[in-house]
Nanobody
Framework: VQLQASGGGLVQPGGSLRLSCAAS????????IGWFRQAPGKEREGVSC????????KYVDSVKGRFTISVDNAKRTVDLQMNSLIPEDTAVYYC??????????????????WGRGTQVTVSS
């Protein structure tokens, strides 16, 4: 199982970025995919997740209405569209896979597979 996150970068407050999580060597359909982030000096937190089997999604309160998680079936990626970015969104973002039909943003220990992170910096 391999995951690769991409799409990070430097953006001004109010701007947008789209992160992509590419999955290889496993059948995405049987997993839940989560996006997590870790800012310097802070604990890792769950941002959003999606259950591939039924499309159910979850978001941490701080990103609701600004972030959208989705599956690109053609590319076999799970994307995180981030709009109205604020400096507090600055962090390294990771995608992870859990062998579960349902997803959670609360318990990162349920996720068995993790990709390398991508840096998101929101600054003027």
């Amino acid at each position: 199982v391999q995951l690769q996150a991409s799409g990070g970068g430097l953006v001004q407050p109010g701007g947008s970025l789209r992160l992509s999580c590419a999955a290889s060597d496993f059948n995405l359909d049987y997993y839940a995919i989560g996006w997590f982030r870790q800012a310097p000096g802070k604990e890792r937190e769950g941002v959003s997740c999606i259950s591939i089997s039924d499309g159910n999604t979850k978001y941490v309160d701080s990103v609701k209405g600004r972030f959208t998680i989705s599956v690109d079936n053609a590319k076999r990626t799970v994307d995180l569209q981030m709009n109205s970015l604020i400096p507090e969104d600055t962090a390294v973002y990771y995608c992870a896979a859990a062998p579960s039909p349902s997803c959670t943003v609360e318990f990162d220990w349920l996720y068995d597979y993790w990709g390398r992170g991508t840096q998101v910096t929101v600054s003027s």
